[in-house]
């Protein structure tokens, strides 16, 4: 295949396979003005040939919509790219190896910034001390956060830097968290320069055009990164092709967020913290520690939050994981609709980032309200089980609870599917894979649900119906695929190979099936401009 130019061209595809639901059959489409102009059988192409200005060979590669990942935290995810990453440390004595090694190597840093190290998978379950960090990095500041990103691990001389913490105020030794966690957290990314950070956040959204993922929804926010950041971030994706950004700002001040061009204040506007860092808000105590999480947000704060966006014409949103958190969410968002109307808070498809821990009670509030649950379904693949960290931290009767995708398919929520990178990695298929085969079985949903959650669910939650999907009007947003048999798969694992009923309307999508190898990326392409081909093609 050839290398498309920047501006947007009248391109032909032909010889492949198009996901598309106006014609299951599809094996070629033409794309005009950066929308899709056109799906159809091959032999029906012909007639398209002479008026293109490139004709792309698929040669049997699959065409889909690109996939949005509704939850992504772009710098913090190019610095992890560039860094120091321990998501694969598998001792505490290979993690502080690592540090001492990413030390030694980086020698000018003012600070050393690592990110993915998780304890409870560790022998002995416990993290570094400050003492063995001021070791292995000579006594310079270093910043390393937990995989959760609610909690940190830092030296001594971060701590220094900090703002507002004096000798009074420092954490004991351990994980820092709450507002600590925030004030060191901002004196590490006080410490990276603006060419530090663009640089980052174009190998972020580079690696993911290479995977095929045409839309990020950034959660940025005042306790997350920097207005700089955000609106920097912005700034570049107009500048530079590659994915589109949207972007949340997770701040209480609805006037603030519409000013830094946010089309929601919202992302991760925190109910509470995370489960891995026993922060996430419960209505039981931990199965692993005496007390239930923190609070951030109640019921009341949440409905004037709510009622300021409705009436702003803005999306609010909020990052809940624990049950307690999810319930004052829901009341606050009924508050808010007793004040301004239920069907004005259903319009404006207010978000509840990763909703983990739901009771039946909490996912038909959801369907009440009209909320799109944006979700991560690698957190389940990564955490799940009975031997997983949510089990550790819950128990297990309660961690096979969380996560119920089936059961907020099946009561009409919205989903949009996320990574939260850099908590987990960008891997569109990956978390397909995850969410068609959960660990926990009755939450599973087909592969056809979970990829359109991560394609038009992504484009649905931020009040766009008619994207996400190949169909003519559609915006040219695609990716092209080297992948194996198409199959059918249904919820209860059964795969089918492909239906020829054309009555079935059903495209194919590739399989799945733990231990298949995933699609390859060969071409993306965002508003009919390519922004990604894989070297060789």
């Not at 004709?55 to 949005?68: E, H, I, M, R, Y």
């Not at 995708?405 to 987990?424: C, I, N, W």
Request: with cysteine.
């Amino acid at each position: 295949m050839s290398e498309s130019a920047a501006q947007p061209k009248t391109v032909l595809l032909r010889r492949g396979e198009v996901h598309s639901p106006a014609d299951p059959f599809a094996t070629a489409m033409v794309v005009e003005r950066g929308q899709v102009a056109w799906v159809g059988s091959e032999g029906a192409a012909d007639a398209f040939a002479d008026g293109v200005d490139e004709v792309v060979d698929l040669d049997g590669a699959l065409v889909t919509p690109a996939f949005t990942d509704a939850h992504v935290h772009t710098t913090a995810t190019g610095l992890a790219l560039t860094g120091l990453d321990l998501s694969a440390a598998p001792t505490l004595e290979a993690a502080l190896a690592a540090v001492r090694d990413f030390a030694a190597a980086r020698p000018r840093d003012r600070v050393l910034l690592g990110h993915g190290w998780d304890a409870s998978r560790w022998p002995g379950g416990r993290p570094p001390t400050r003492a063995e960090l001021d070791e292995a990095t000579a006594g310079r500041p270093l910043y390393l956060s937990r995989i959760d990103v609610h909690s940190a691990v830092v030296t001594t001389a971060l701590l220094d830097l900090a703002p507002g913490l004096d000798a009074a105020d420092r954490p004991a030794d351990g994980p820092v968290t709450a507002d600590a966690h925030h004030a060191v957290r901002a004196a590490a990314l006080a410490a990276v320069t603006p060419q530090q950070r663009t640089e980052a956040q174009r190998a972020a959204l580079a690696h993911a055009a290479s995977l095929g993922i045409g839309t990020v929804h950034e959660c940025g926010g005042p306790e997350i990164s920097s207005e700089d950041d955000f609106t920097g971030l912005l700034a570049l994706a107009v500048e530079d092709p590659g994915p589109r950004v949207v972007g949340y700002w997770a701040e209480q001040n609805v006037g603030r967020a519409r000013e830094l061009g946010a089309v929601g204040a919202a992302g991760d506007l925190f109910a509470d913290g995370a489960l891995g860092s026993h922060t996430a808000c419960l209505r039981e105590p931990y199965a692993d520690a005496a007390h239930t999480g923190t609070a951030h947000l109640g019921a009341g704060a949440v409905a004037a939050h709510v009622v300021a966006c409705t009436e702003a014409g803005l999306q609010a949103g909020f990052h809940a994981i624990g049950d307690a958190a999810v319930e004052a969410v829901v009341e606050g968002m009924r508050a808010a609709a007793e004040k301004t109307g239920l069907a004005r808070v259903r319009a404006a498809r207010h978000r509840v980032e990763h909703a983990e821990m739901l009771t039946p009670e909490t996912v038909a509030a959801f369907a009440e309200l009209g909320l799109t649950a944006s979700v991560q379904p690698a957190f389940d693949a990564l955490w799940g089980g009975e031997e997983g960290m949510y089990a550790q931290r819950l128990g297990v009767r309660r961690a096979r609870t969380l996560n119920p995708f089936a059961a907020l398919l099946r009561a009409g929520v919205p989903l949009a599917f996320g990574s939260d990178s850099p908590v987990t990695p960008l891997d569109p298929w990956g978390t397909v894979r995850a969410a068609a085969f959960h660990r926990t079985p009755e939450h599973r949903i087909s592969v056809r649900a979970a990829f359109t959650a991560h394609t038009r669910g992504g484009w649905r939650a931020v009040g766009r119906d008619d994207a996400g999907v190949l169909v003519p009007g559609a915006p040219a947003d695609y990716a092209v695929w080297r992948t194996g048999e198409l199959v059918v798969q249904a919820p209860d694992d059964r795969v089918a190979r492909w239906s020829t009923d054309p009555r079935s309307g059903t495209p194919g999508l590739p399989d799945l099936a733990p231990g298949r190898d995933l699609p390859v990326c060969l071409r993306t392409v965002v508003g009919g401009r390519t922004v990604h081909v894989r070297p060789g093609e």
